[in-house]
């Protein structure tokens, strides 16, 4: 047993091209994820919005645009240059100002393309509008308002509206970006498998042949193989980890076990499914592009090169959800990292864990009968 | 042209796979440009993401929800699902009105809203900017007009907030974001030609073939010449399959006047993509690495260079490290394309520029792939 064992291990050893490219792939993957993704915003962030403005005859306006652009008032968000006509388009064309404000009675915004800056500048422009068709209507009501109404306090809101805690507030999303490299690290775990099942299988090489006739009950030879390569799975995940962990400084939450349980259910899921692919009478060179294919698929529908996929899938179809371990591995550490809620993490690991055990159920069934008449 | 028919058959043996990539990366691609992705365009008031928790659910609550459909898009979703949606970005606030939202606000008391916010970004901030402007409208006609009903006073708000700012927008027409699904082709062009060449290539490279090629009568330049000919005919054949879906998905983007010069730089990119994979096909024998290393360097490339986020997002130190790699220049073609307004000689000069530059990245891969070629060549017997 242990010489089968000692051989298997430097059969495995021996694809140094292999065991090379599953661990430096993500590294330099990652490394690469952090330098693009550092400062990266997925969000439009909240910044001051440049505005040329040509000054007119409406002074309630300019006031306002004026107080909207005092740095020390709480209102700050416009960063106004208030310039003629001409120098207005200059700007705007040039790209130094995101829009053009005309104060006039009929005030007008004019921007090379709607965006948030416009849209904003466009809101505060209507509390302006706003303002001046309640006087027009209260003032036209109520005559005697016309002594009594301040067109201040118009403009002065009187809600409260208190800020909860967001579990996920502060939260980087980009970390999902990693995630999928450990993801990638895991499903790549398939080509493992289909190494496993290859020599399993006397039609699919020499050195299956050989095992094929050897004495030693087949069974017994595919748990060798699948320990061994499980080792080697979880080895190479655990130094990416560590890599990300400690190098990157990527956050993975605080709860260390259970990420182990995570890591180590789904390299037994990869493994597993590697080996049932492995099982079908495809050509060598076929089971490996399924599987490279399906892993580029699979990390996608995970959002491994857009965030927003993830959740669209689960909005159009929440059964992939349960069923993409890509998702499932991303999603669970996703979880670990923004929430204090782990049911579902717990959910997953049931899953990847039985989604193990069922492709292993099937890839023994399908090759445990096959017999040879001649090989 | 033996070895050319050759290759056709070692692909065709593989076509499961090639097709099985190809399928997977245009089915990708299509669902990236169908989410818009990151740089998506609008042709209008951007409109944020948020979900409303209404647990009034009067008159003056539902009066509030309605005002916020028609300036963000309510997604309705369960409880639980909030922080997801907050940390994965899908909301960017959430609005809690409470139990005695009705009362308060026709008392003329404080209203006292809650939420939630996907901290320091615009859209928020824009929220935010509609709640108080609604809740601030709503309270003076409470205050001038105490004795008027909230039916009354609804319409007189919804009067003042249709007296807009008038707004001019310049580039006003309507682009899809087309420029995507060939900037995504950056990645799928480099997994699907590397998955075709490779295997060819790993088993022309076998001991046994190699040995019966150096000893036939053929020379050598005229099998290489022939491969490469064959491997050039099978990119356009991607390419052709590439174009003609996207012609039958986005029939209509595809009319745009930018898009035939897009199709030139999809046609120069394949060079550099064929250079890659004849190299890698040269340097690395294992079919499994192959495999692993188009996507590997498919991502890296597509990262660094634009395909998945747009350059001008990425920082200069990173524009300059993708500035090495054809992806960069082949989205930088792209974007300046979907950005020009006049398609004359003067402005497509950086265009054919870049183009340029991809075609001497191929040079570039082709000649480390012949000269790594001849020096492995003596080891062969």
Redesign the interface.
Same mark, same amino acid.
């Given at each position: 047993m242990g010489v089968i064992i000692k051989y298997r291990l430097k059969c495995f050893l021996k694809n140094k091209m292999l065991l090379f490219w599953t661990l430096c792939f993500p590294i330099i993957l990652s490394t690469i994820f952090n330098f693009v993704l550092k400062d990266l915003q997925n969000l439009v962030p909240l910044e001051t919005i440049s505005v040329a403005v040509v000054e007119g005859d409406n002074k309630t306006l300019t006031s306002l645009v004026k107080e909207f652009s005092n740095p020390k008032s709480e209102n700050y968000i416009l960063d106004a240059s208030f310039v003629d006509e001409d120098k207005a388009h200059q700007l705007l064309d040039d790209n130094k100002v995101s829009s053009i404000l005309y104060v006039d009675q009929k005030a007008r915004v004019v921007a090379n393309k709607y965006n948030y800056d416009t849209t904003i500048l466009k809101s505060i422009i209507n509390s302006y509008s706003r303002v001046y068709s309640q006087v027009e209507y209260l003032v036209t009501k109520d005559p005697a308002l016309f002594q009594t109404l301040v067109i201040n306090d118009l403009f002065e809101n009187d809600a409260q509206i208190e800020q909860l805690k967001s579990e996920s507030s502060g939260k980087d999303m980009n970390m999902i970006y990693f995630y999928n490299i450990i993801a990638m690290v895991c499903l790549y775990g398939m080509l493992w498998g289909v190494r496993i099942c290859s020599d399993a299988q006397a039609t699919q090489s020499k050195r299956a042949a050989r095992i094929n006739i050897s004495p030693l009950p087949k069974l017994k030879m595919l748990l060798i193989d699948y320990g061994i390569s499980f080792i080697l799975i979880v080895s190479e995940i655990l130094i990416a980890f560590a890599y990300l962990y400690f190098v990157l400084n990527i956050s993975f939450g605080d709860t260390f076990p259970l990420m182990a349980l995570v890591v180590l259910a789904c390299s037994l899921t990869s493994l597993s499914l590697g080996t049932l692919i492995a099982t079908t009478q495809m050509k060598f060179e076929a089971k490996v592009g399924i599987i490279t294919s399906a892993t580029v698929l699979l990390n996608f529908l995970a959002g491994m090169m857009s965030s927003g996929i993830p959740f669209l899938i689960k909005e159009y179809l929440p059964v992939l959800t349960y069923i993409n371990p890509a998702d499932l591995i991303v999603r669970s550490f996703s979880t670990m990292y923004y929430s204090v809620n782990l049911d579902r993490v717990y959910l997953n690991i049931a899953i990847l864990t039985g989604m193990g055990i069922i492709f292993l159920i099937l890839s023994y069934l399908r090759i445990r009968r096959v017999s040879y008449a001649s090989i | 042209m033996q070895v050319f028919k050759l290759v056709f058959k070692l692909i065709k043996?593989?076509s499961?796979?090639?097709m099985?990539?190809l399928i997977?990366?245009v089915?990708?691609s299509l669902?990236?440009v169908k989410?818009?992705?990151?740089g998506a365009?609008?042709?209008?008031?951007?409109k944020a993401s948020i979900h409303i928790v209404d647990k009034n659910n009067s008159e003056q609550s539902k009066d509030l929800v309605s005002y916020l459909k028609e300036k963000c898009e309510v997604i309705d979703m369960e409880e639980d699902l909030i @922080? %997801?949606? &907050?940390?994965?970005? /899908?909301l960017?606030y959430v609005?809690?009105i409470p139990e005695d939202y009705d009362t308060t606000l026709m008392s003329g008391e404080?209203?006292?809203?809650?939420?939630?916010?996907?901290?320091?970004?615009?859209?928020?901030?824009?929220v935010?900017?509609?709640? @108080? %402007?609604y &809740?601030?409208?709503t /309270?003076?006609?409470v205050k001038?007009?105490p004795s008027a009903s909230f039916k009354e006073i609804s319409k007189?708000v919804k009067?003042?907030?249709s007296?807009?700012?008038?707004?001019?927008?310049?580039?006003s027409e309507s682009k899809d974001n087309i420029h995507l699904y060939f900037n995504f082709f950056g990645?799928s062009f480099v997994?699907s030609i590397i998955?075709g060449i490779g295997?060819s290539m790993?088993k022309l490279s076998t001991r046994e073939i190699k040995r019966r090629n150096i000893i036939s009568p053929m020379k050598n330049i005229n099998l290489n010449i022939q491969q490469i000919l064959a491997y050039a005919c099978f990119a356009v054949l991607i390419f052709v399959v590439a174009i003609t879906f996207g012609y039958v998905i986005f029939y209509d983007s595809m009319q745009a006047v930018f898009v035939p010069y897009m199709i030139l730089n999809l046609g120069v990119y394949l060079l550099p993509c064929l250079g890659l994979a004849y190299l890698i096909g040269t340097i690395?024998?294992?079919?499994?690495?192959q495999?692993?290393?188009?996507?590997?360097l498919g991502?890296?490339m597509?990262?660094?260079g634009g395909s998945?986020?747009p350059q001008s997002?990425?920082?200069d130190?990173?524009i300059q490290?993708a500035s090495f790699t054809p992806n960069y220049w082949f989205v930088k073609a792209n974007d300046a394309l979907y950005d020009m307004k006049t398609f004359d000689f003067e402005n497509l000069k950086p265009i054919f520029s870049y183009m340029g530059i991809e075609v001497l990245f191929a040079a570039v891969f082709f000649f480390i792939a012949i000269i790594y070629a001849k020096f492995k060549r003596s080891n062969v017997v």
């Open positions: - | 043996e593989n499961v796979s090639i099985i990539t997977v990366t089915l990708i669902l990236f989410t818009g992705a990151m365009t609008f042709n209008e008031d951007i @922080e %997801e949606s &907050l940390f994965y970005q /899908q960017v609005l809690y404080r209203v006292h809203l809650q939420k939630k916010v996907c901290a320091n970004s615009a859209g928020s901030y824009l935010n900017q509609y709640v @108080e %402007e &809740l601030t409208a /309270q003076n006609y001038y007009m007189l009067n003042d907030f007296k807009e700012v008038k707004m001019e927008v310049k580039q990645y997994c998955a295997y790993h690395i024998r294992s079919l499994e690495v495999n692993g290393m188009a996507n590997v991502l890296i597509a990262f660094l998945f986020v997002l990425l920082s130190a990173l490290i």
